[in-house]
C-alpha cells in the first residue's frame, strides 16, 4: 500500500501561482509513475502533468509552459509549480501513482483561481 497526502491549494487569484506537494508514505519514486490529475465540477478527471520512474515528462496542452512537474527522492515528495494561473485551472488536483496493476490516489486538494 502507498498513502498519498497532497498540500498546497487554496484561492489565487488570476496571474498567480501556487506550489502543490504530494508526499508519498514510502519510497517509491524508483519504480512508480507519479501524476498530477484535475477534476472540475461536472467533468472528468483529467492527466495535468506527470514524471515516470524514468524518462521524459509530459503535460496537458493546457498546461504547457505555464506548469512545472517535479519530485524530490530524499523527500518521497513530488511537486507540481503552477505558474500563469487562469480561471479554468479551477478544480480539485489529485496526486497518483502507478505502477502495474498498482494504482493509488491521494484525497485532493483545491486550486481556485478567482479575483
Known amino acids: 500500500q502507498v498513502q498519498l497526502v497532497e498540500s498546497g491549494g487554496g484561492l489565487v487569484q488570476p496571474g498567480g501561482s501556487l506550489r502543490l506537494s504530494c508526499a508519498a508514505s514510502?519510497?517509491?519514486?524508483?519504480?512508480?509513475?507519479m501524476g498530477w490529475y484535475r477534476q472540475a465540477p461536472g467533468k472528468q478527471r483529467d492527466l495535468v502533468a506527470a514524471?515516470?520512474?524514468?524518462?521524459?515528462?509530459n503535460y496537458a496542452d493546457s498546461v504547457k509552459g505555464r506548469f512545472t512537474i517535479s519530485k524530490d527522492n530524499a523527500k518521497n515528495t513530488v511537486y507540481l509549480q503552477m505558474n500563469s494561473l487562469k480561471p479554468e485551472d479551477t478544480a480539485v488536483y489529485y496526486c497518483?501513482?502507478?505502477?502495474?496493476?498498482?494504482?493509488?490516489w491521494g484525497q485532493g486538494t483545491q486550486v481556485t483561481v478567482s479575483s
Open positions: 514510502r519510497s517509491i519514486f524508483s519504480s512508480y509513475r
Open positions: 497518483n501513482a502507478r505502477y502495474g496493476l498498482e494504482n493509488y
Open positions: 514524471i515516470p520512474n524514468a524518462g521524459s515528462t
